[in-house]
């Protein structure tokens, strides 16, 4: 059974960092795309960072040049270094595998980042 399991959320203060990290059991990482979402409090989820099969990234406008997405397919880890953290990045932060062909996709459970000003 494919698991996503998220960890390193938390509160920190406005400028401050966190890096959240994102292991996927039971799937081949090379076949898909890797994904984190957020979604605060009243509002829809929305992408933050992702990072296909040859390392290609692409990022959110808000989080460009603050939030790195990397990933290590041995360890079948994503992580999501974010520096520069603002209150506005408070929200539930969702790593999500999306398979390069087909529907098929997983979801963690969501790990909580709270920045505080």
């Known amino acids: 059974q494919v698991q996503v399991l998220e960890s390193g959320g938390g509160s920190v203060q406005a400028g401050g960092s966190l890096t959240l990290s994102c292991v996927v059991t039971e799937i081949r990482m090379s076949m898909y795309d890797m994904i984190w979402y957020r979604q605060a409090p009243g509002k829809e989820r929305e992408l933050v960072a992702k990072i296909n099969n040859p390392g290609a990234t692409n990022y959110a406008d808000a989080v460009k040049g603050r939030f790195t997405i990397s990933r290590d397919k041995t360890k079948n880890t994503v992580w999501l270094q974010m520096n520069s953290l603002r209150p506005e990045d408070t929200a539930v932060y969702y790593c999500?595998?999306?398979?390069?062909?087909?529907?098929?996709?997983?979801w963690g459970q969501g790990t909580q980042v709270t920045v505080s000003s």
């Open positions: 999500n595998a999306a398979a390069r062909m087909g529907p098929r996709s997983y």
